[in-house]
């Protein structure tokens, strides 16, 4: 193979060409597909701008799941009086299993209940259709989504097992996070850049939030807007506990129970494979779109 120059432009050193393509799986994630073609005349900028482009974080896409603040497996509890700003779900457990909410069914279509504590709707199995479907749907759109941030790869070496999973006092910038324990932190923490950076931080153990914590998000420097909790997913192998008076933000991917105790907030959304339990909690979910 011979590097021939062209008029325009110097021939580089020889650099072996890749094929980019750009994939769009089911559950939205963007992969990176090789093909080695041989040692052509390449300029080595193309290459590092078309690596550097693909290798930034995809969001992990809800699905229908993403119509509900809360959604649940096994039940959803409240110790009044707890404020919800979304609809609230469960499925496959009845609707009896949405305890402390002093639900009203709705006499007209019997599709869905009202409670004074949810600005929203609720919705359960047991309804009449088309909610049954629906909510079918949205819980494997939910584990569709814990299955695609379970098996993404971090974004580098540096975001593996970050202070061993005590995060107390750090801050994170947009990529993909991964511990292989549980995680926790007893102070704030803090999330920083603009407001369509994607975080993600998986574990395979538990998360727990300490009394009064709070999670900051703040503008990166040169941005005019702050990181949006929509595009913060907590995919957790564990269960959740967020601690009384603390604050947290973003979307739990939860396989096991997320517990909120007394005053606690969330700017985000409740996914769980099993329960949710509320202790006059808030819980408000973001806009799915800007």
Request: glycine share 10%.
């Amino acid at each position: 193979c011979r590097c021939r120059p062209r008029p325009s432009r110097p021939c580089s050193t020889f650099t072996t060409a890749v094929n980019v393509i750009n994939v769009t799986d089911r559950a939205g994630e963007y992969r990176m597909q090789h093909n080695a073609l041989g040692k052509v005349c390449r300029t080595p900028m193309l290459l590092i701008a078309l690596v550097s482009s693909a290798a930034s974080t995809a969001p992990v896409l809800l699905g229908t799941a993403g119509n509900f603040a809360i959604l649940t497996k096994t039940g959803i509890s409240t110790v009044p009086s707890s404020s919800i700003h979304g609809n609230i779900g469960v499925s496959p457990i009845a609707a009896t299993a949405m305890t402390g909410f002093s639900l009203i069914k709705d006499t007209a279509t019997g599709q869905f209940s009202m409670s004074t504590q949810v600005t929203g709707q609720a919705f359960g199995p047991t309804y009449a259709q088309p909610t049954p479907m629906k909510l079918t749907t949205a819980v494997g759109d939910l584990m569709l989504a814990y299955t695609d941030a379970a098996g993404r790869n971090v974004s580098s070496s540096a975001n593996l097992n970050v202070k061993g999973g005590s995060i107390t006092g750090e801050t994170f910038t947009t990529g993909v996070y991964e511990w292989g324990s549980s995680v926790v932190f007893n102070t704030g923490i803090s999330i920083k850049g603009n407001s369509t950076d994607i975080f993600l931080f998986k574990m395979s153990g538990s998360l727990t939030v300490a009394e009064n914590t709070m999670v900051t998000l703040v503008a990166a420097d040169g941005s005019d807007a702050p990181p949006l909790a929509k595009n913060i997913v907590w995919q957790v192998g564990g269960s959740v506990s967020v601690g009384a008076s603390a604050h947290l933000e973003g979307v739990l991917l939860v396989a096991k129970e997320a517990a909120f105790g007394t005053a606690s907030s969330l700017n985000g959304r409740i996914l769980s494979q099993t329960a949710a339990t509320l202790d006059q909690a808030i819980i408000v979910a973001p806009q799915l779109s800007p």
